[in-house]
Structure formats: structure tokens, C-alpha cells
């Protein structure tokens, strides 16, 4: 967790010098050690910082009540008890819950608590309860986030409020309070200024912080914001062309794959429905990455984004590979990087489209029925333009395991069924103006691209059925498949 943003109010009363003490009287431990603190009291002094009840451990001039927790919270006091030496103003040392050896080195008094077993672990501060760390981070540090305030009437509903406003994406969004925005930025350790990128079309920075708002609207946790981060930064680079995606009137935008440990770690979906709802991490990672584009950079529908009919990645399309269940190396090894990492690779795609097979049983017949729905992709008159992302299921997948194929094997026997006869495709033929340039014609033709197959591992244990998600024009004139590595 990152307190990066959490920096002690110059104008907060520190801790005064010598020994101090935070207690709360809701607290097992810190009823245990009200006498040791009384006996401390009497023979060198301590000041105790009381967090709920101003008369525990005892009335006495020595016991401090923290009514508005900003002592503890200011100090990161995240359990207590905790006892600290105060030196010159500055923290010298301090120790948690109560241990007989702790205290009694840190106090430089023997014979603390005889009667008292010699450790016991102490209980979560107030500052620190869930309920109010909140509220507590907004009234002490608040002023930290750069945003612009907006206002609201106190009889304008906050949903429909953003709605006016033009902050969604036609579906409701969590309103980006200041307590929200701060939770969020805990999952990260990046500070909240850092750029970002620069977000088309209107080429506007994007800080961390800006991130967040939309990650908060998108209904993001704060673990899923890393990812995000690293989304938004591929989405930006040349080679991705954002704009040029927002621009175009084919129905594409990002779709997200994520490979790694943080799969697991924010609990992304790479089995039964993977490319649909119900996972709160993958229908919320792309919607934040699309809401960042639209809100920060102004790439909104009816504006730079042209497209005729849109798809579902224009709202927000991310899953995660099933790395373990492959018979293949993983989609993130294919691309260059180690299995160790955690990464995000951004395809610019349209819809998926299913590709149905319950009778080859040999992987030569299924990689030839692969081809056929490949043929068709975009247009059957569309060749060596575009990628495609092959999103295959575990029982299409254990046709190539059980044969002993590999990544490799599969793509070489696909590339050479994916050649096309140009007399086929060019414009006119057949009675259909559509089509390639005439010089194809008499020539054999690669359908995509060199390396522009890609193949994903996901979906249910049960169901012969893969999904194929065709991609836009590649190259310097189109977008590049991006993958980064996501840092926290």
C-alpha cells in the first residue's frame, strides 16, 4: 500500500518529547497495559494519546485525547498500543502491541508488567478503521489532489449529475469523490502528479492522479490501477496511434490482455466468459483506460470518434490469458518478455467473433477450419493489412497438446493456409468491386501480416469453441499491437 500522497501537516501539533503512547480503551492489549502505563507515568512520565474515550487508561494530565484522530493519523499510528521515543521532535524508535523485552528496552525501565504474559498483539487503530480512513484522508490531506471541484446541489442526484455533465460512457458511473480518489491512489506507488502520457486527440497530460478519478468512475479497485497506468502509457505511444483508432470509422478500440502473477493478484478472469461480464476486474480495467481517453483527451463519440457503428472495445474490452492451462508459451513470453512479469498488451480490435468446432479431433483438421474463419476476417477481400487475435479454449487447445505442437508448429501451419490467390481478391472480381489493387492479381498473397496472429489461452474447460478478434490497419498508417510492463 502507498501513503506517497499522505505527507505530515507542518501545521498538526507533534508529538511531544520522550515517551509516548496511543491506546484506544475498544482494546483488549491496551486495557492489559493501562497499569504498565500508570507505572511508566510514575517513575519516568509518558504522555498517552487516548483515541476514543478521554478518561483511558485514567483522568490524569498525562493522558491526551486524539478527538479528531489527527495525531495518530498524521503519525501512521496503524495499531495499538503503540509506545515511541520522541526526540527533539522526531521519532526515535517504536514497538506495536505489547512485548514485556520491547517495552521495557525501549522505556529503559525493568520489572514492566510481571503479572502480564510476556506478548500479545495489539488491536487496528482508529485511524486506520476502514470506516473512517476515509474521511480522515480527505480532512488531513485532501488539499493534496489537483483536480477541479465540482459541486452539486443538494438535491442533484450525483449519477444522473455525471451524466449531464458528459463524464460517462451512456452507462452509470461511481462518482469520483475526493475519499474515493485517495483510496484509489493506494494502489499505487507513483506520485499523484506524474504524467502519464499525453492523451489524444486533444494531446492533454494525464497525471496519476487523473487516472484515478476515471479508475474510480470506471468502478475500478485501487489493486487494478497499476494496470491501468500501464494501459493508458501504451494506449499514448505512436506506435499504438490512440487518435488515429479514435478517428477511424471501423469499430475498433484497445483490447486489453493481461499476463502474469497480478492475473491472480486482482483475481482477473481467464476461464468461462472471459471476453463477457461478471468479473469486476476485467469489465472495469479497459472501461477506465476508454473513460481516461474520453474525459481527459476528449475522444468522445460524435466527435473525433468516427466510428459507423462502434463494438464492445469501444466501451471496454480486457481479459487475461490462462498462462497455466496453455500448451503453448505464454502470449507475454511470445512477445519478448519473461513469465515472471506482469504485463498489458493492448491489440487494436473490433468484437469478438466465435469460431465453432465440435468434430476435429486432429489439430491438422482444426487449424484448417482456424484458417477458413480467418479467411473471412474484416473481409474475405482484405489481405496482409491487418492483425487478428486468436482467443483459444482449452479443448481447441488440448487438440495441439495432445499432438505435441507448440506456438510455433500452430502458426507455421496456419501462415501456410492463410495464403490467398490475388486474382481471387482483387477489386472486381467475382462481379464485387471490393477489393485489393490490381497488381496482386497472379500473385499468392499472406492474408496477415508477418507476426500478425496472435494467440491467446482462455475461456471454459467445457465448449468447443475459440473466438477470433480481428484487428485495424497495422503499420504507420494504422496501429501497432503494444505490451508493457506493468510497475506499481
Avoid at 500508570?38 to 478518561?55: L, M
Amino acid at each position: 500500500m502507498c501513503h506517497s500522497w499522505r505527507v505530515p501537516d507542518p501545521d498538526a501539533a507533534p508529538l511531544p518529547d520522550g515517551l509516548v503512547a496511543v491506546v484506544k480503551k475498544d482494546c483488549p492489549t491496551c486495557v492489559l497495559v493501562a497499569p504498565v502505563l500508570a507505572t511508566i507515568a510514575e517513575r519516568v512520565g509518558v504522555t498517552v494519546i487516548t483515541q476514543d474515550d478521554p478518561d483511558f487508561p485514567q483522568s490524569a494530565d498525562w493522558v491526551v485525547h486524539d478527538a479528531d484522530l489527527a495525531l495518530s493519523w498524521h503519525n501512521r499510528i496503524e495499531a495499538v498500543p503503540t509506545l515511541l521515543r520522541v526526540d527533539d521532535g522526531a521519532e526515535a524508535d517504536r514497538t506495536v502491541g505489547w512485548s514485556r523485552k520491547a517495552w521495557q528496552e525501549l522505556t529503559g525501565l525493568s520489572g514492566l508488567g510481571t503479572g502480564l504474559p510476556q506478548h500479545r498483539p495489539g488491536c487496528g487503530s482508529l485511524s486506520v478503521d476502514p470506516n473512517l480512513s476515509d474521511e480522515l484522508a480527505v480532512r488531513f490531506s485532501g488539499s493534496a489532489l489537483k483536480s477541479r471541484r465540482i459541486e452539486l446541489a443538494s438535491s442533484e442526484d450525483d449519477i444522473e449529475a455525471m451524466f449531464d455533465r458528459g463524464f460517462s460512457d451512456g452507462m452509470p458511473v461511481v462518482p469520483p469523490t475526493e475519499a474515493r480518489v485517495l483510496r484509489m491512489l493506494e494502489g499505487t506507488s507513483r506520485p499523484l502528479g506524474d504524467i502519464v502520457a499525453v492523451v489524444p486527440p486533444d494531446l492533454v497530460e494525464c497525471t496519476v492522479e487523473k487516472a484515478a478519478v476515471n479508475a474510480v468512475m470506471a468502478g475500478c479497485r485501487p489493486e487494478y490501477l497499476p494496470v491501468v497506468l500501464s494501459a493508458l502509457e501504451a494506449a499514448c505511444t505512436d506506435e499504438f496511434n490512440m487518435h488515429g483508432l479514435l478517428a477511424t470509422t471501423m469499430p475498433v478500440g484497445p483490447v486489453l490482455i493481461v499476463n502474469g502473477p497480478i492475473r491472480h493478484e486482482i483475481n482477473m478472469n481467464s476461464g468461462g466468459n472471459l471476453l463477457g461480464q461478471g468479473n469486476r476486474a476485467n469489465n472495469t480495467i479497459g472501461r477506465a483506460l476508454q473513460l481516461a481517453v474520453r474525459n481527459v483527451g476528449g475522444g468522445r463519440p460524435g466527435g473525433v470518434d468516427r466510428a459507423t457503428q462502434g463494438s464492445p472495445s469501444k466501451i471496454g474490452l480486457c481479459f487475461a490469458e490462462d498462462e497455466e492451462g496453455s500448451a503453448f508459451d505464454t502470449f507475454a513470453e511470445s512477445r519478448g518478455f519473461d513469465r515472471s512479469a506482469s504485463t498489458v498488451t493492448l491489440f487494436p480490435g473490433e468484437g469478438p467473433r466465435v469460431m465453432f468446432d465440435q468434430k476435429s479431433r486432429s489439430p491438422e483438421s482444426l487449424t484448417k477450419h482456424f484458417a477458413e474463419m480467418l479467411l473471412a476476417g474484416i473481409s474475405p477481400r482484405m489481405a496482409m493489412l491487418m492483425e487478428t487475435v486468436i482467443v483459444m479454449s482449452p479443448e481447441h487447445m488440448g487438440r495441439y497438446r495432445d499432438a505435441g505442437w507448440d506456438r510455433a508448429r500452430f502458426l507455421a501451419e496456419l501462415e501456410a493456409l492463410l495464403m490467398v490467390d490475388g486474382d481471387d481478391i482483387v477489386a472486381g472480381a467475382g462481379g464485387i468491386e471490393e477489393g485489393m489493387p490490381a497488381l496482386l492479381a497472379g500473385r499468392r498473397v499472406p492474408k496477415f501480416p508477418p507476426g500478425g496472429i496472435h494467440v491467446v489461452h482462455g475461456g471454459s474447460r467445457a465448449g468447443l469453441f475459440s473466438s477470433a478478434i480481428a484487428g485495424w490497419i497495422g503499420g504507420t498508417a494504422g496501429s501497432v499491437t503494444v505490451t508493457k510492463e506493468i510497475t506499481r
